[in-house]
């Protein structure tokens, strides 16, 4: 049963920091590209970060240049490294494959983050 748990959200004020992480079991975690997705109330589920088995990296626009994405596949963690953070970044933070493929019916219950004074 592949299972995601995302942990390490919380209330932070604008301009503040968070790490965010994100256990995988039972999948072959290493072979796979992996990416951190957020859902805002009221809107879609949007992809933010994307690292590859290579760990190549990719961002939204959105987040590019305040968000770091990585892996460690002796783990089997993803991480999400949240700086310079803005009342936008508010959502509920997920971890999942990517593309999510056949892997939409393993959604964790993810992480909550508020960014507000």
């Known amino acids: 049963q592949v299972q995601f748990v995302e942990s390490g959200g919380g209330l932070v004020q604008p301009g503040g920091s968070l790490r965010l992480s994100c256990a995988v079991s039972?999948?072959?975690?290493?072979?796979?590209?992996m990416g951190w997705y957020r859902q805002a109330p009221g809107k879609q589920r949007e992809l933010v970060a994307v690292?590859?088995?290579?760990?190549?990296?990719n961002y939204a626009a959105s987040v590019k240049g305040r968000f770091t994405i990585s892996r460690d596949n002796d783990k089997n963690m993803v991480y999400l490294q949240m700086n310079s953070l803005k009342p936008e970044d508010t959502a509920v933070y997920y971890c999942?494959?990517?593309?999510?493929?056949?892997?939409?019916?393993?959604w964790g219950r993810g992480t909550q983050v508020t960014v507000s004074s």
């Open positions: 999942n494959r990517n593309p999510v493929g056949e892997f939409d019916d393993y």
């Open positions: 039972g999948t072959m975690f290493r072979i796979y590209a």
């Open positions: 690292i590859t088995s290579a760990e190549r990296t």
